[in-house]
């Protein structure tokens, strides 16, 4: 008759090594965009040292005022392996700046642009602008408005301003509301035309 001890029955513990690491972050998910970070690419390096663990991530997006409940989830996600003692995690973000399409030349101040159209009138064009330019405000990211809605132009009463714009003798200047740079064809006409 044999008896097998408890000892032989247990599995040995997983070496902490690069690829356990990538493995734990591959199911952490971001939030918003429901995938998991390491296939969004957020990844930039590893460090570990004994049962310490070092994680550089950067965002494609703005995250800044998601950025400390990222770190968090990511530092349980890798403190609640058995081979990980302790995690830092440092996380930042940079917008990835889009090619143009064509032989079009960007100017040098505008690295994106989201447009927001549609066919038919009244459909929430300008609130999904304004809405939108405020999330990635909040978020950390430089936002500008430009409203081109020749029939309604809404964006200045939305955000409370008005007035023509300044110019500087080459460039008009786009007035600031909410941290927003606003231009708008309803500076340049009256509200009633």
Do not use: C
Not at 128 to 136: E, G, P
Not at 141 to 146: D, E, F, K, P
């Amino acid at each position: 008759m044999r008896f097998l001890s408890l000892r032989s029955l247990e599995q040995p513990m997983p070496m902490l090594n690069e690829d356990l690491v990538k493995s734990i972050l591959s199911a952490v998910q971001d939030p918003l965009a429901q995938r998991d970070i390491i296939s969004l690419g957020w990844l930039r390096g590893i460090a570990i040292v004994d049962d310490r663990v070092a994680v550089d991530l950067r965002a494609p997006y703005p995250i800044e005022g998601r950025r400390g409940e990222l770190q968090e989830l990511v530092r349980a996600a890798l403190e609640a392996h058995e081979s990980i003692g302790a995690a830092t995690i440092n996380l930042d973000w940079r917008v990835l700046v889009h090619k143009p399409q064509g032989d079009l030349k960007p100017m040098p101040e505008i690295r994106n642009i989201i447009a927001v159209a549609s066919g038919k009138g009244g459909v929430g064009k300008s609130a999904t602008s304004i809405n939108l330019a405020l999330a990635f405000q909040a978020d950390g990211a430089r936002v500008g408005v430009l409203d081109a809605d020749i029939y309604g132009p809404s964006v200045p009463r939305m955000l409370g301003i008005s007035g023509r714009p300044e110019t500087d003798g080459k460039r008009i200047i786009p007035q600031r509301a909410h941290g927003l740079q606003v231009m708008s064809i309803g500076f340049m006409v009256e509200e009633d035309t």
